[in-house]
Every structure is written in structure tokens, then in C-alpha cells.
T-cell receptor
Framework: DVKVTQSSRYLVKRTGEKVFLECVQD?????MFWYRQDPGLGLRLIYF???????EKGDIPEGYSVSREKKERFSLILESASTNQTSMYLC????????????FGPGTRLTVT | GQNIDQPTEMTATEGAIVQINCTYQ??????LFWYQQHAGEAPTFLSY????GLEEKGRFSSFLSRSKGYSYLLLKELQMKDSASYLC???????????FGKGTTLSVSS
């Protein structure tokens, strides 16, 4: 079974803190993605990566950065957390190619106070 | 611009059939995915359509019309466990990213 794991299910941080969200997949997938999911807004793509050290901005990259030093690991970084970044963060991975589905991790619910 | 539209909520009863519609407008398009998401859980893959027509997979079927920018998910013989959010997602032309709709919350009652 494909497994995508995220470092925390729940996280509470203070405004201005630097936050790291980690995602690891065990299926040797080329592509990895970070989304946030908010009520009424759905899933929105923050960043994705199609190879080690490669990254592409998604629809809402402002306030976020990412790192992919190893194929299996994709990190989302909030340089200075703000209250509007309180959200559910979902990581996903997939094989390269047009027909491959994305497999999602369980999500991290981040609260910034 | 890019836009994916689907109804916000739907209700149905056990044993019934329900059709969840999705219309999309994207700058480039390769295929259409449907995902199921139970409350508090991660989305899981249901179906993928790249060609026009109907794809059947057990109780679930998905249809695509590329010329109309339209898809639907058909759920037959509804069960209580089908109560979930159903997400429509259009894949960009390069196949590197999905654009998700806001999801349709389906409530199945007995």
C-alpha cells in the first residue's frame, strides 16, 4: 500500500514562529504536493515538486516555501506564521505521468494563535 | 481563468442513485479526477477520465464530456457509508497539477 505520512496531526504555533511541516512517502513517487484545505474554499495547491530540488508554485504560494532534498521527503515551511495560515495542510504524492492519481497523507491541522 | 463548479450539498436516501455534476473551465486540460473524502480523513481516489464517455467501477461511474467541460459522478445503491465529500479535480495539460472544486457534501439517510 502507498503510504504518505505527515509529521504531526495537530500543531499549535504562535504568530511569527517558523513552522516546518514534513511529509514522507514510501512509494518512490516523483511528484509531491502541498495543499491547504479550508471550509468553503476546498483544496488549494501551495507548491509542488516533480523531482529532487525542483519546485513549482501552485495557486497560493505567498507566505510559504518548500524544500525537497530527498525524493521521499517534501517539507513545507512557513517562514513567519500568521493567523490566516490556520488551516488543514495536506501532502500528496504521485507517479509522474498523466493518468496517475495522487495519494494523500492524513493532514496536519495547524492553528496559529 | 480556471474554475471548477460543483454543488455544495446533496442529500439522498439509502438504495437510491445520485448524480454529482462538475463543470470546469481551465486554461489547459488533460483529464478529470474524482476523489472521496470522509469527514476528518484524507481524500481517496475514485476515478479518472481522460476520454469522453462513461467509466464504470462497481457502484460508482464517472462521465466526461471534454467539448462541454462537464463531468459527473454517479453513485448507485447508496449506502450510509457513502456520506462524504466528493471532490472533482481537473488535471492541467502537463499532468503535473490538479485544480480542485470546492467539493460536494453528500448526506445519505435511511
Amino acid at each position: 500500500d502507498v503510504k504518505v505520512t505527515q509529521s504531526s496531526r495537530y500543531l499549535v504555533k504562535r504568530t511569527g514562529e517558523k513552522v516546518f511541516l514534513e511529509c514522507v512517502q514510501d512509494m518512490d513517487h516523483e511528484n509531491m504536493f502541498w495543499y491547504r484545505q479550508d471550509p468553503g474554499l476546498g483544496l488549494r495547491l501551495i507548491y509542488f515538486s516533480y523531482d529532487v530540488k525542483m519546485k513549482e508554485k501552485g495557486d497560493i504560494p505567498e507566505g510559504y516555501s518548500v524544500s525537497r532534498e530527498k525524493k521521499e521527503r517534501f517539507s513545507l515551511i512557513l517562514e513567519s506564521a500568521s493567523t490566516n495560515q490556520t488551516s488543514m495542510y495536506l501532502c500528496a504524492s504521485s507517479n509522474a505521468g498523466l493518468s496517475y492519481e495522487q495519494y494523500f497523507g492524513p493532514g496536519t491541522r495547524l492553528t496559529v494563535t | 481563468g480556471q474554475n471548477i463548479d460543483q454543488p455544495t450539498e446533496m442529500t439522498a436516501t439509502e438504495g437510491a442513485i445520485v448524480q454529482i455534476n462538475c463543470t470546469y473551465q481551465t486554461s489547459g486540460f488533460n483529464g478529470l479526477f474524482w476523489y472521496q473524502q470522509h469527514a476528518g480523513e484524507a481524500p481517496t481516489f475514485l476515478s479518472y477520465n481522460v476520454l469522453d464517455g462513461l467509466e464504470e467501477k462497481g457502484r460508482f461511474s464517472s462521465f466526461l464530456s471534454r467539448s462541454k467541460g462537464y463531468s459527473y459522478l454517479l453513485l448507485k445503491e447508496l449506502q450510509m457509508k457513502d456520506s462524504a465529500s466528493y471532490l472533482c479535480a481537473a488535471q492541467n495539460q502537463a499532468g503535473t497539477a490538479l485544480i480542485f472544486g470546492k467539493g460536494t457534501t453528500l448526506s445519505v439517510s435511511s
